[in-house]
């Protein structure tokens, strides 16, 4: 979360909030093998509010990596937390969420305030 915070004021955020909570989690394992959730922390409101000009590529940088790892299995056990109206599908925004993006967490549960 520290290159997160670096751009951008992380306070007082939902989303940074669950990400914070779900790290310190009493539950929380750190051996994927026995995750049964896995909660995406990567802020994408943050960053494209806080700097606008290197979101794109930080966030195709973060699903990158994400898409790559074998545990992500197209989302279907996976979590992340936007707190804007952009995380709806109707309302699809290519500089917020690149398409290529948004049609791979399709399956991935998407909490939204």
């Keep these: 979360m520290s290159k997160w915070s ?8 939902a989303d940074i909030d669950m990400i914070n909570q779900a790290m310190n989690h009493h539950l929380r394992t750190l051996d994927p093998r026995e995750a ?7 802020p ?12 794109t ?9 994400l898409f790559r ?7 279907k056990n996976h ?3 936007g ?13 917020f969420l690149p398409t290529k ?3 791979r967490i399709q399956e991935m549960v998407i909490l939204t305030r």
């Design 6 to 13: 670096k751009i951008c004021d992380t306070r007082n955020t």
């Design 69 to 75: 790892s074998k545990w992500f299995n197209n989302g």
């Design 83 to 95: 707190h804007h109206w952009r995380f709806s599908g109707w309302c699809a925004d290519e500089h």
């Design 101 to 103: 993006i948004w049609n």
């Design 44 to 55: 994408v409101y943050q960053s494209f509010k806080c700097d606008p000009e290197g979101h």
């Design 36 to 42: 049964q959730l896995f909660i995406i922390p990567i």
């Design 79 to 81: 979590l992340m937390n």
């Design 57 to 65: 590529l930080r966030i195709e940088r973060a699903f990158s990596k």
